[in-house]
Structures are given as C-alpha cells and as structure tokens.
C-alpha cells in the first residue's frame, strides 16, 4: 500500500514536471525565435522551409538597423519617456498609497473603490478625452505630451497600499517621536520596509513606459520623440508592409529593445515575486 502511494505521487510529480516544461517552452519559443531570426540571412529567411537555427550566424541585420534606421535616436525618447513616467508615477503612487493605508480622512474607503474602478476601464476608453487634453494644452510631439496621461497607476496605488496596511503604525510613530515629518517617515521608513513591492512596482512601471505603442502613436507625428516600438513598426514597413523582406532587421530591432527588460527581470526577479506574493498574502 505504501509503495502504491508513494508510486502515484512520483508519478503527479512526473506529470506536472511535463506539463510545466511544455508550458515553459510554448512560452520561451517566440523569444527564441525573435533571436535565431535576427541573426539569419535575408535568404534564409525567406526560406519556405523555416530553420530552427541559423546557418550562417551574422550579425548584418543588426548593422542595417543601427545605419539605416534612427534606432538609438528611439532608443534615448523611449529612456526619457520611460524615466519620467517611472518618476512621476513611482512618486504618485507611493504618496496615494499611503494616504489609502494609513491616512484617516472622510470617505477614503469610498475613494479607493473609484480608484479600483479605474483599473477595470480599458485604456482605449481614454485615449480620445486624453488625446483632446493634450491637444488643447499643444503637447503632441513631445515628452510631457508622452508623460503626463501615465502619471498615476491605479494599479501600482493597490499593489502598494496592500503592502503598506502590512506595516504596523508603531514604526511611523516612533519615526514620528524622533522628529521625522511625515514625508521623511514615509521615503526612509515605510518604503525601506516594503522594498520587494516597490522595486516591482517601479519595474511594472517601466515596462509599460518602455513598451507603450498606442499612445504614442496618437500623439506623435514626427521621429522628434518618436519612441522604440513606433521604431520597429516603421522598420516593418519600410518594405511596403511585406515584412518577410526584412524580417531579420524586424527581430533585431526588436531584440534591441528588450535588452532593458530581459536585464531588469534577470536583475530583480526575486524581489518581482516576494512583491507580488505580499500583496497577494495581504
């Protein structure tokens, strides 16, 4: 009977070892597939049979896109673009946040039910009232016209709020006692403590900075603050829309431009789920 038991639980183990390498592999394979194609030949490319591996290993799609089109011209609007709304945003959250966790003022609950009702709106729903904010204020084809409709993140406020209502108030009064302000006790005692949420919050915050694509083309015209991912789609369709043409420049671009978040997630994944799995718990 215990040899029956102990059977069947090798055998679950083996089966959920399967079905999450499958999982993981249907999952990996786009990416890896975006990088054997950047570096293949346009011939092998077009190809009819594809390749699961390059044949001639050469780093000529690379050098097409960095000469023939603005890449790093994109690549430093999308920084600028994508720290601004990571200081803007980081900073809103973190002050709302603590005002929904720790604040005592009439109607806070109530408040925070309109800002969760905030994260069930889809964003296409807001484009166009944004889009006619922005165009009266004459900020299109600029960064604080990029900047600005991504300075609060309903989002971000619950993530840190249930992170902040996990922290016992003995701490900010006895940061109090020893004569902090408040804003002080807030960025040298409440955001320490919840360090794991915040760094994933920040980081949340600049994937979406770093990889926004219908804003921006909404509101921009011109390569002057065009940011990376209106970069690729031009580079897709400078051959008439017939992608197969470059397709190799295409997933090199597009390689390019995940450098910064395959770094920030080799980087800070651990603290990616503890802040997730506290805010979960809480």
């Known amino acids: 009977m215990q040899k029956r038991f102990f059977t069947a ?8 070892t399967f079905f999450a390498t499958l999982v993981m592999l249907v999952m990996v394979f ?3 597939w975006m990088i054997i194609t950047s570096f293949k030949t346009t011939d092998e490319v077009l190809l009819t049979v594809p390749t699961f591996y390059p044949k001639t290993f050469t780093l000529d799609a690379y050098a097409q896109v960095l000469s023939h089109y603005p890449v790093v011209h994109y690549l430093v609007n999308t920084l600028i673009v994508t720290l601004g709304i990571l200081i803007i945003q980081v900073s809103t959250s973190i002050l709302a946040a603590y ?18 009702g905030a994260m069930m709106i889809p964003i296409q729903v807001t484009f166009i009232p944004i889009y006619v904010m922005i165009s009266k204020n004459g900020l299109l084809n600029s960064y604080m016209g990029l900047i600005l409709p991504e300075a609060a993140s309903a ?29 002080r006790s807030i960025f040298s005692v409440l955001v320490p403590m ?15 900075g770093w990889n926004a694509y219908f804003w921006p083309k909404m509101i921009t015209t011109t390569d002057k603050v065009r940011t990376i991912a209106l970069g690729i789609a031009d580079i897709r369709n400078s ?37 997730f799995s506290k805010a979960a718990m809480k």
């Open 239 to 275: 051959f008439l829309s017939m992608e197969a043409l470059n397709m190799n420049q295409i997933m090199a671009a597009s390689c390019i431009a995940a450098i910064p978040i395959f770094v920030l997630f080799v980087v800070f994944q651990r603290y990616i789920l503890t802040g």
């Open 155 to 183: 989002y971000s406020i619950f993530l840190l709020r249930q992170s902040f209502l996990a922290v016992d108030n003995s701490y900010l009064e006895a940061a109090e006692v020893d004569g902090m302000g408040r804003l």
């Open 99 to 116: 005002g929904f966790s720790k604040g005592d003022f009439p109607g806070k609950n109530t408040v925070f039910v309109f800002v969760l």
């Open 194 to 208: 919840c360090r794991p949420t915040v760094i994933t919050m920040t980081i949340l915050a600049f994937i979406n």
């Open 30 to 32: 786009p990416l890896y």
């Open 9 to 16: 639980r090798r055998m679950r183990a083996y089966c959920q």
